[in-house]
């Protein structure tokens, strides 16, 4: 549980996926490194900053063990090759608590602060809504934001007809857009010269 403000309580965990094919990059890159830490180790630490419950989904689990907290939950991904949305729908299984905050592991600009930021709306989300996420160029960006445990049937429901994208899941569902100042702390990894920009970006902000 997070106290975020005097009157009140959260309940929240934290997944992290680790399991894409990182075919852009040409190598894992979850061991990538932004100011001489993994990426992954780097989203982990984010996410231990906001809540104790921390999940990391992934093929490859012995490859990280050595670079997260004891107390990070790694989790086996069952169905690699069926993509995120399945992967998150499997670690949901696992997770009591009301809200979930989903991430992408390579996100090094993300602050911990930004996400307590985030979580001071998460009283003002309607009740009819699934997820609290913010979008980029009309577009969801689902390993970003918070989302309803409540989530978990409709989204097997969806996955059992076929589905296997979130951003069909998501357009058919109520979903509540999370506000971001400043977009780039949300730029992603996927090829090397992502990670040489983002290196730049990460140095000038020392």
């Known amino acids: 549980m997070v106290s975020y403000s005097n009157s009140s309580l959260i309940s929240l965990s934290a997944i992290i996926l680790a399991g894409g094919k990182s075919s852009r990059m040409g190598e894992d890159k979850a061991l990538l490194k932004v100011d001489g830490v993994p990426l992954l180790q780097k989203i982990t630490t984010v996410a231990a900053d906001c809540t104790a419950s921390v999940y990391v989904v992934a093929p490859w689990i012995d490859r990280y063990t050595s670079i997260l907290p004891p107390s990070c939950q790694l989790l086996q991904e069952e169905l690699p090759t069926q993509g995120p ?13 009301e809200w979930i905050l989903l991430l992408a592991c390579d996100l090094p600009l993300l602050t911990s602060s930004a996400i307590r930021e985030w979580m001071q709306s998460l009283p003002s989300v309607s009740e009819t809504a699934i997820a609290y996420l913010p979008k980029c160029d009309r577009l969801w960006q689902p390993l970003s934001g918070f989302y309803r445990r409540s989530c978990l049937a409709p989204l097997e429901n969806f996955i059992h007809r076929g589905g296997r994208s979130f951003q069909t899941w998501l357009n058919q569902s109520t979903v509540q857009e999370l506000s971001v100042s400043d977009p780039s702390i949300l730029l992603n990894c996927n090829t090397p010269e992502d ?9 000038n902000r020392r």
């Not at 990670?195 to 140095?203: N, R």
């Open 85 to 97: 949305l399945v992967a998150f729908c499997q670690a949901l299984s696992f997770v009591e608590t």
């Open 195 to 203: 990670l040489q920009s983002i290196t730049k970006i990460s140095e």
